[in-house]
Every structure is written in C-alpha cells, then in structure tokens.
C-alpha cells in the first residue's frame, strides 16, 4: 500500500503529459471487493485505471512484464501498482486462484477481457474470464470504457457498478450470456462511433 501513495502522485504527474482526464469517479465504491473490467489499449491503461480509482487494482500482467530487460518501465509499473504475473498462454489454476483469493479479501482487480492491446477504436471480443469470476464471486462489476486520441485526449470513462445475475449452471453454459452483459456495459462508455467486432467464443479456460 505504501508504494501505491508513492507512486500515485509521481505516475499522477506523468499522466499530464498525456492529456489524461477521468470522467465517473463518483460511480467508483471506496471501500469493498470490486472487479473492474476495461477495453484496453495501450500500456498507460493499468496505471491510468489506478490513477482514476484513486485506490490499488490488481491487474493481471503478462509474466514477461515482470522482467526488467523487456522494458524497466513498464516492470516498475506493474510493481508498484500490484500487478501478478500470469501465462498468456495458460493461464492455469493458480492465476484464478489468486484472483478470486484477492476479490475475497476485498480487494480490487482489474481485467481487460479483450486479452491484449489494440490501438484502435474497435471494441473486440470478450474472453470469458471476467464474467467467470463475477458469477464466482458475487461481486461488483466497474465497467470502464478507455479512449485515446494521441496527442489530444486520453479519456478513462468509469461506470455505475453492476452484479451479474446469480445463473445456475455449468460456467459453459452461463458465461457466454454474462459476458455479453458485460461487454455492453464496456460499450455503452465508449464513443457512439466505435465498431463492436463480432462476439466470438473466449478462450480462457475456467474450471468447470
């Protein structure tokens, strides 16, 4: 937590550079378990959550993100905002484990269910793995919509907390309709003008 009030104020500075501004942060509960789910679309998107909450998320990030010889600032990012690694490509028991261990403790954590960055204004589609572990949980869902015009405007867009409905069922069954849920949440926070891709089946896996 300590690192956290550190790096707030220094990353807050940095962020000026980037036109960065926040819109909804009276939509964000200040205490409580939370899951926040956002498009994504660069690097700055972790941070710039953390900055607009104003308190820790958790994000999950890629394991290579933890070593300094890929990039030593994006490794001091994830340190200091309480990022954990996890395979990309399996993701395994024990990504799920920590994540649903941190919601039960009431902490914050963050998914961009779109899997990995695009640097365009096209919402993609949604992997299953934050409606698996809103249904797991119970908790509030933060949908935040992220736009970007280089240069001009980087705009962080948070919404009205929701809970997914309490579906019975195998996560095979009950996923697809949960993160459809969720997805437009994600859309209706972004501009009128993006193009919503074709909702394809996710690929996380999660036990069954």
């Known amino acids: 937590m300590i690192r956290f009030w550190i790096g707030w104020p220094i990353f807050r500075v940095v962020a000026l550079f980037y036109r960065y501004r926040c819109s909804g942060y009276e939509n964000v509960p200040r205490k409580g378990p939370l899951l926040v789910v956002a498009n994504h679309n660069s690097r700055k ?10 308190r820790p998320v958790r994000f999950m990030a890629k394991k290579e ?4 010889r890929n990039s030593l600032f994006e490794c001091l990012m994830v340190r200091i905002f309480f990022a954990y690694p996890v395979d990309r490509e399996r993701p395994g028991p024990e990504a799920v484990r920590r994540t649903v261990e941190y919601l039960e403790r009431g902490e914050c954590v963050g998914i961009f269910p779109e899997g990995t960055r695009h640097d365009d204004s096209k919402l993609y589609p949604f992997t299953h793995g934050a409606a698996y572990f809103a249904w797991k ?9 992220i736009t970007e015009d280089k240069g001009k405007d980087y705009h962080i867009n948070i919404g009205k907390p929701f809970r997914v409905p309490k579906l019975e069922g195998r996560p095979h069954k009950v996923l697809p309709e949960l993160t459809r849920l969720i997805r437009d949440k994600v859309r209706e ?3 009128p003008d993006w193009e919503v891709l074709e909702e394809e089946e996710g690929s996380i896996q999660v036990p069954q």
């Open 137 to 145: 949980t119970g908790v509030p869902v933060l949908p935040v919509g």
């Open 189 to 191: 926070l972004l501009p």
């Open 45 to 54: 998107d972790p941070v710039a959550i953390n900055l607009a909450l104003k």
């Open 65 to 68: 993100a933890f070593d300094p």
